[in-house]
């Protein structure tokens, strides 16, 4: 018996193994291959790069570099440009926004909004690591407020500054959330409950303004970085209190108008006299 022996040919995206003969070599199982099974395939279009700007027009490091044009970095644009803009996800459902994209790009499959959200979460949680190792090098100092919305709910921020190697100041809301009540002991337990979960624990300062609850918010902080057991804080806490300068200029301004009232009320009326006076007159 002669022994026959059938050539194969290989995928050179995913070296999968194709026999090379009349009945079943065709060129039809390699396109159907491509199509449906490779994953690793790219269309050359998609993988040749044009020379384009690095950056947004006006951007001061703005470049000729050459650019190449994938469906993964289109829908992170769009994404950023949801975030930016502060537009709803429902635009990309939208027939005026589907044309623009055709005409900017006719490749780009433009998603759903359910696919926006989800890429918008994977890219909060990429963004959060990335901050979360670059402020574990640095020792930062955070600056927080409170107050109380038209709905009557309580909403607190926190906001850490620091420099980076580079001696770049840097400043990135950590958190924005709600708070039940104005009380110091809360104020301080959020603040602690933000700073762990971020991995803070070199603490330079935090600003906040004069009222009494931040005092109590700050001395109980101070109480908890004392037991961490990495505690890196400074001066065992002494110059951790920083009083807001906008706030107490704020007051002395207040202050020193008060004694100003009955001029500045008379300036008002007169102002007030003068603009409600029809101009035909």
Not at 97 to 125: A, C, E, G, W
Not at 178 to 201: D, R
Request: with cysteine; charged share 25%.
């Amino acid at each position: 018996m002669v022994e026959v022996q059938v050539l194969k040919a290989k995928c050179n995206h995913c070296s999968a193994l194709f026999a090379c003969d009349t009945s079943g070599g065709g060129t039809s199982i390699y396109i159907k291959h491509i199509n449906k099974h490779c994953r690793s395939y790219k269309p050359t279009d998609e993988l040749q790069k044009v020379l384009g700007n690095s950056g947004p027009s006006g951007d001061v490091k703005n470049m000729l570099v050459a650019k190449g044009w994938s469906q993964e970095e289109a829908v992170e644009g769009i994404v950023e440009y949801i975030v930016l803009e502060e537009v709803p996800f429902s635009v990309v459902e939208t027939e005026g926004f589907r044309r623009m994209m055709y005409k900017v790009q006719p490749r780009l499959h433009v998603p759903s909004r359910r696919t926006i959200v989800r890429d918008l979460f994977n890219m909060y949680d990429t963004m959060k690591n990335q901050l979360k190792r670059e402020i574990h090098k640095h020792r930062v100092s955070l600056t927080t407020d409170t107050w109380t919305s038209m709905q009557n709910l309580n909403y607190m921020v926190l906001t850490a500054h620091f420099v980076d190697d580079e001696w770049n100041m840097h400043k990135r809301i950590l958190n924005f959330c709600l708070i039940s009540s104005h009380e110091g002991k809360e104020i301080g337990k959020l603040v602690e409950q933000c700073l762990v979960e971020w991995g803070i624990e070199k603490v330079m300062c935090i600003s906040v303004d004069n009222a009494s609850a931040n005092k109590v918010a700050i001395e109980y902080i101070v109480r908890k970085m004392w037991k961490w057991p990495n505690s890196k804080i400074v001066m065992n806490g002494k110059f951790m209190h920083v009083r807001c300068l906008a706030h107490i200029i704020n007051l002395v301004v207040k202050d020193g108008l008060k004694r100003l009232d009955t001029s500045v009320d008379a300036l008002r009326n007169a102002v007030r006299f003068v603009r409600s006076k029809s101009s035909k007159v």
